[in-house]
């Protein structure tokens, strides 16, 4: 596995309990205010009966769905994280890495209406898990990806490569983690070469603010097509 890719889970490891805090209660304001909301919009606008949530983290967005009578399926990397979802009420969340999913070496279930990874793909390699994701979808399913906008995220270094969030403007004690910032074409590619089709593309932003607060893509397989 390459340093950074490493380095990558190693800090998720170590933030995880900060990461739960912040989340749960409400210290991220683009959450609050726009990102959040946009995925459930844009989950809730397909009318999925089950979904599969990449990347759930502490389990919010499970338990959102849950309350609005969706069967909603987490899967994390990090036992922390997949703890707190199990406690705070998510019915089923497992505990798998990414490489494992991407190798179909575990068994998360199938036959999901909707895949969604909510600032979930941040490492570099992200087309064997997209491509082992297609495969579960059910016929007319889809995968909605919400991350940071590239435009933004770019600080005018506008190409793919990794990229360091340090947790400057947030409480409590953080490890830098790196993270994969790619091109919106970078995007679309790495869809492509997955066996999707973009059906959606979405710029959320906040009426106050003059940048998209993120880059919304919903895609279908092209074998369900």
Known sequence: MPADELTLLQSWHHNAQAWIEAVRSGAIES????????????????????????GCGEGWLLRALAERGIEAVGVDGDATLVEAARVAGASTVHLASYEQLAQASVDIGRDFNLICANFALLHQDIIPLLAAMNTLLAPGGALVIQTLHPWNAAAGDYQDGWREETFSGFGGQWQPMPWYMRTLSSWFNALDIAGFRLAGLQEPQHPQSPVPQSLLLVAESRENA
Not at 31 to 54: F, H, S, W, Y
């Open 31 to 54: 959450r609050l205010k726009v990102t959040d909301q946009a995925i459930l919009l844009a989950i809730m606008g397909r009318q999925p009966e089950r979904v599969l949530d990449l």
